[in-house]
């Protein structure tokens, strides 16, 4: 579980985080939504220690990042896996290096060992056939697949995600969202998701935090989002006509 | 005041580079890329140009010789002068700030804004010596590279002059002889090492710390030939003041 406690980040006179307090749940799909520069992607990078908050604290199951050893927090890191919105796969290494790399890092593995847990997540994100091609010689799709790969074959306590399927067509984003949710049950992962896409809040959500201006908004998941009656997360998360009408429609569905 | 704090960045980076090893199997693949990439890939045109520019030398002496009082053996000695002082370590460095410097920016900076290097990070990887060490180990070869630059370039000389009848290769030699100071290859070495390292850390620099996007890779691999260019010539006046002043 991370447990995020009232932190505040500032870059000069700009106050991007004032004071975010939540957690995060074993086993569950977190999602952190709202619009452009509400700082959802601060909020992440301080969740993976890419930023220092200014002030509160993030313990990862009891243990507060902040009073970590710079070794300790390395060891830490080595928890958590990651998939950015570009997918961030090395360029110059095929794709079985590139999911082979965190294990050539950081274990003793033998070479076969290696091959063998790389054969296997890339046959749980359902790539077989790409071992040996190029980040560039693959679609955008199967790059984040790759990612999903690389982030897992550590078997990581933390799975954080940064828009995982913008750039993706439906099909595929749907595809996505449901593999990492798959993940995140089948290794009892701690799952944060960075995401616009109200596909993925209605799909995945399991547990959603919207921002706004800095500020956590509302909290609560895909179920409660559809009877929520602030304004603020209705103004977002219903914005287009359709979600509008099968909003209307879950509602008087229900009544 | 941003200059000072560059240079503070500077060195707070170079010592990141050293901390938290990268896992020695992996650090030695890296090291012989970098070896391939940055000093044997660079041989050619370090080869190519040190030719010329001995050519050049010992045909500008030998066109400014107009006493006949002054013998001809001196073709030989300015050009070993020049290419051994000068032209093999600081003008090659030059060019190598240019060739590798802008390599490393490029790579290094391309890496940063496809949030690569944030990769490293979060997976617990030290980037800064996963990708600057290797290069500044590889650069400890470029030595190397300038003993060649010296061979080639006066070989360039003694082409020049005698094909192209300024000197007979008797007095090219002779005055390849002449007044040798040994001390003047160890000044050379010397200058060569401090220039690598300015070589594989100031473009890195450039690459490691830059924002923005492929516009902006552009930008820093200029920005970094300018300034390795800059400290190279500053440093060359500070160590030829030191060993040779």
Not at chain 1, 116 to 144: C, T, W, Y
Not at chain 1, 201 to 206: A, L, R, S
Not at chain 2, 88 to 115: D, H, L, N, W
Not at chain 2, 120 to 141: D, R, T, W
Request: proline content about 3%.
């Amino acid at each position: 579980m991370i447990e995020v406690d009232n932190i505040h980040k500032s870059f000069g006179e700009s106050h991007v985080l004032k004071g975010i307090s939540s957690n995060f749940e074993k086993g569950k799909t977190n999602l952190i939504i709202g619009q452009s520069g509400s700082g959802k992607t601060v909020f992440l990078k301080c969740l993976l220690g890419l930023f220092t908050p200014d002030e509160g604290t993030i313990s990862y199951d009891g243990k507060i990042y902040s009073e970590l050893s710079a070794s300790e927090q390395r060891n830490l890191r080595q928890e958590m896996g990651m998939v950015f919105q570009g997918s961030a796969l090395f360029d110059s290494m095929t794709v079985q290096g590139n999911v082979m790399f965190p294990l050539g890092m950081f274990t003793k593995q033998s070479k076969s060992e290696m091959q063998d847990r790389v054969d296997f997540v890339l046959k749980r994100v359902n790539l077989v056939d790409a071992h040996n091609k190029f980040p560039s010689e693959i679609s955008g799709g199967m790059q984040k697949r790759v990612a999903i790969a690389r982030a897992i074959v550590m078997n990581p306590k933390y799975l954080f995600c940064d828009e995982p399927n913008s750039g993706l067509d439906p099909k595929t984003a749907i595809l996505i969202d449901n593999l990492i949710h798959e993940i995140t049950q089948e290794y009892d992962i701690t799952t944060v998701i960075n995401t616009h896409d109200m596909n993925s809040v209605m799909e995945i959500g399991e547990k959603i935090i919207f921002l706004k201006n800095g500020l956590k908004e509302w909290e609560g998941s895909n179920k409660e989002i559809f009877k929520t009656e602030n304004e603020a997360v209705t103004d977002f998360v219903y914005s287009s006509e359709l979600f509008k009408k099968v909003r209307q429609m879950y509602i008087e569905e229900r009544n | 005041m941003n200059y000072i704090a560059s240079i503070g960045s500077y060195f707070i980076m170079i010592r990141e580079v050293f901390k938290k090893p990268t896992k020695w199997s992996i650090m030695k693949t890296l090291i012989l890329k970098e070896i391939d990439e940055l000093v044997y890939g660079s041989m050619g045109i370090i080869i190519f140009i040190s030719f010329f520019i001995g050519g050049v030398v010992s045909i500008q002496t030998a066109l400014n010789i107009t006493n006949p009082l002054i013998p001809r053996n001196l073709i030989g000695f300015a050009t070993r002068q020049s290419v051994i002082l000068e032209f093999a370590p600081t003008f090659t460095s030059i060019i190598m700030a240019g060739k590798v410097g802008s390599y490393i920016t490029s790579s290094i900076g391309t890496m940063r804004v496809t949030e690569q290097i944030d990769a490293l990070e979060i997976m617990g990887v030290n980037s800064l010596n996963y990708l600057v060490f290797p290069k500044i180990i590889a650069m400890l070869f470029y030595p190397f590279v300038i003993a060649i630059a010296m061979y080639v370039g006066i070989f360039g000389g003694w082409t020049a002059g005698v094909f192209g009848g300024f000197s007979s290769s008797a007095d090219f030699v002779e005055g390849l002889q002449l007044d040798f100071i040994p001390f003047h290859i160890t000044y050379s070495f010397v200058k060569s090492i401090v220039f690598a390292l300015i070589i594989a850390t100031i473009p890195s620099f450039h690459g490691y710390y830059m924002k923005g996007g492929a516009l902006e890779v552009g930008k820093a691999s200029t920005t970094a030939f300018v300034w390795t260019s800059v400290v190279i010539i500053i440093v060359n006046y500070i160590l030829t003041q030191l060993l040779l002043g």
